[in-house]
């Protein structure tokens, strides 16, 4: 059974004509809006570990990359459904972003016409349902997983949720095994995808209650107290499949998360501060639905957030709670679609707090759709009394399409490349510690130390205990050839993290820098006893492997080739770890390359220290390498 909205008698049923215009209308004024994405790049965060330096995403789609798929926490997260297909994006684009750029596109298109169809099929309303997909497509809070290339298990997640809602619906009118089957297979794969999607069994409970409206009894439609009923309790029975499926996600959401390190402790972020965040931040999501102004990809995690505004936020959430359950009978899309918004934000609100932000406009990517119901259904409800009621649709798509599309377009514009996203971010927003830090890896890889060091600088005051910043902002002082202030920072981060080895390496590179030989070498070899990737020598079979490394290598280094033959150098020590011809080698084309510390930090290592130069050489290419570049040392020592 399906309920409409409200007794609108106006309103015609829909024709296949006003379907295609209206399915025609959003895919134009989406590729409108973000065709300019042709001409983007990847960005520094996250792109490394999901494309630009990940092997497995680079060498396409493999039997190995398959395997590879189904079994990583790689980037803290098990979703085979994302490696696959950004490695299918590389056999069929190769390494271009703009063809990963154009998947997120089409997924994104696909996902506002498979909401325009569920609507307008189980409503019959063609302009409410078109009004929801529109605002869906054009929307700028939903620009962040469509122009990031690893926000690509939001859209696809995504994708397999509104399919999943078409099937159900499907399912709904004429329930059987194979279309329950094929919903938990559409779920199973979106839980593949992306861990938030596992509130979709409370979703479809939603759905249930409108605009499917299965609570109803017989041809009268008789309303029973809400969810207390017989009916109600076969409903829920009938979610048991979906909900288990979402305890198994949940889980292994969980545990990729701890493999990876990325759930914050209470320690570090107490249950207060969590309960006011979160508050906050549902409050912050609904004023960016309603009034998307400073959007960034950054929102600082803030340690104490303000209660008072926590508070505020907890009033106006119950208003507005109360506000659209209370008439629920007569508003069901009020409340589903409400209860929708604050329910399928819940995996993400922080109460399991995952990552160094507050939030993210990425997540109220299905959220939003409940807000979005809310405004399309209520607008309708108002316009469909009006004796003008076509002129003033005409009216309000205009209107609303016109005011979000030159928006959408202008944040579109802030994902071209990593300078833009972080100056926005930093422009938008007060005391980004992460988007100064993120803006001044970016500018350091350019070789733009002086800009770097200020941004790394303004990090490390608004953030003074973290040592990564200490570490970044000591790299640029050093890549300037300011080893003293570069040693000061270096010691500050020791002091901040005494467990890390990184900061007790560059106190070692430092030590070397101006000649203290022994001081280097007991920094370096208490990096080494911190350091638990610490490599041991290997098998015999794998020497044989490094030694063609090491030829290929010479090859380079005799046609002074110095950063081929540097790769194939590590290449032989990754293969072999303790293979000290290839660290010699390696020392050597260092300084025949202009990098005279690189090669001092080797040579101070004592000549049968072996495992020592190994870990030094290693430690240069692991935490040094991308912004101590050859180049910039050549540079440096013609100075």
Not at 323 to 338: D, E, I, K
Not at 345 to 359: A, E, Q, T, Y
Not at 373 to 393: E, H, N, S
Request: charged share 15%; with cysteine.
């Amino acid at each position: 059974m399906v309920l409409q909205a409200d007794n609108c008698s106006e309103t015609a049923a829909s024709t296949g004509k006003q379907r295609l215009a209206a399915v025609l209308l959003i895919v134009v004024l989406t590729v409108a809006v973000y065709g300019q994405m042709a001409g983007h790049g990847f960005v520094t965060l996250d792109d490394s570990l999901y494309v630009t330096q990940n092997p497995h995403v680079r060498s396409g789609l493999t039997p190995g990359g398959v395997k590879w798929a189904f079994t990583t926490f790689h980037a803290e997260f098990w979703h085979p459904m994302v490696w696959l297909s950004l490695m299918a994006d590389t056999s069929l684009y190769g390494f271009v972003p703009g063809g990963y750029l154009f998947t997120n596109l089409l997924l994104h298109i696909l996902n506002a016409i498979f909401v325009f169809y569920f609507f307008e099929l189980a409503t019959s309303r063609v302009w409410e349902s078109f009004i929801v997909a529109a605002l869906f497509a054009l929307h700028p809070l939903h620009v962040e997983p469509v122009a990031w290339i690893s926000e690509r298990k939001e859209l696809l997640g995504a994708f397999f949720w509104f399919l999943s809602m078409l099937a159900y619906y499907s399912y709904s009118q004429k329930p059987g095994f194979w279309r329950y089957l094929l919903v938990l297979l559409l779920f199973a794969l979106g839980i593949m995808s992306k861990p938030m999607v596992v509130t979709f069994p409370f979703a479809m409970l939603l759905i249930d209650y409108w605009p499917l409206a299965r609570d109803r009894a017989g041809a009268t439609g008789e309303v029973k107290p809400l969810f207390l009923t017989k009916r109600w309790a076969k409903l829920f029975a009938e979610k048991i499949p979906l909900i288990c499926l979402s305890v198994a996600g949940s889980v292994l959401a969980i545990i990729a998360q701890q493999h990876g390190g990325g759930i914050i402790s209470v320690e570090k972020f107490p249950v207060t501060a969590r309960i006011a965040n979160i508050f906050i931040s549902y409050g912050n999501y609904l004023k960016k639905a309603v009034w998307p102004r400073d959007l960034a990809v950054i929102y600082p995690l803030i340690k104490h957030p303000d209660v008072g505004a926590a508070i505020a936020w907890l009033l106006v959430l119950a208003v507005i709670t109360l506000a659209c359950l209370y008439p629920v009978r007569q508003q069901r899309w009020a409340a589903v679609g409400w209860l929708w918004f604050l329910g399928t934000l819940v995996p993400v609100i922080g109460i399991v707090k995952v990552g160094n932000f507050s939030m993210a406009d990425r997540y109220a990517y299905i959220p939003l759709t409940g807000i979005l119901v809310i405004a399309a259904f209520g607008l309708g409800a108002l316009v469909c009394r009006l004796k003008t009621m076509r002129i003033w649709r005409i009216v309000v798509t205009a209107v609303l399409v016109g005011a979000f599309v030159p928006i959408t377009f202008l944040q579109v514009g802030t994902w071209k490349n990593s300078g833009t996203l972080y100056g926005h971010a930093i422009k938008v927003t007060r005391g980004n510690y992460l988007a100064h830090y993120s803006m001044g890896n970016f500018l350091a890889s350019h070789g733009r130390m002086l800009r770097a060091i200020l941004h790394f600088s303004r990090a490390l005051s608004l953030q003074p205990d973290n040592a990564l910043f200490a570490i970044s902002l000591g790299r640029a002082l050093a890549a300037t050839g300011r080893w003293r202030q570069a040693e000061r920072f270096f010691l500050r981060a020791r002091r901040n993290a005494p467990e890390s080895p990184v900061p007790y390496f560059f106190v070692g590179c430092a030590l070397a820098a101006r000649h203290d030989i022994d001081g280097a070498v007991a920094s370096f070899s208490a990096a080494m006893k911190k350091d638990e990737m610490a490599v041991e020598p290997d098998n015999p079979q794998k020497q044989i492997m490094a030694v063609r490394c090491l030829r290929a290598g010479l090859e380079q280094e005799q046609k002074r080739n110095y950063n081929e033959a540097i790769r194939q150098y590590l290449k032989a020590l990754v293969i072999f770890p303790g293979y000290p011809d290839a660290v010699e080698h390696l020392a050597r084309v260092y300084l025949l390359s202009g990098d005279p510390v690189r090669s001092l930090g080797v040579y101070t290592v004592p000549a049968n220290e072996e495992k020592l130069r190994v870990f030094v050489c290693r430690g240069y290419e692991r935490w040094q390498k991308d912004m101590l570049s050859c180049k910039r040392w050549e540079e440096l020592s013609k100075k």
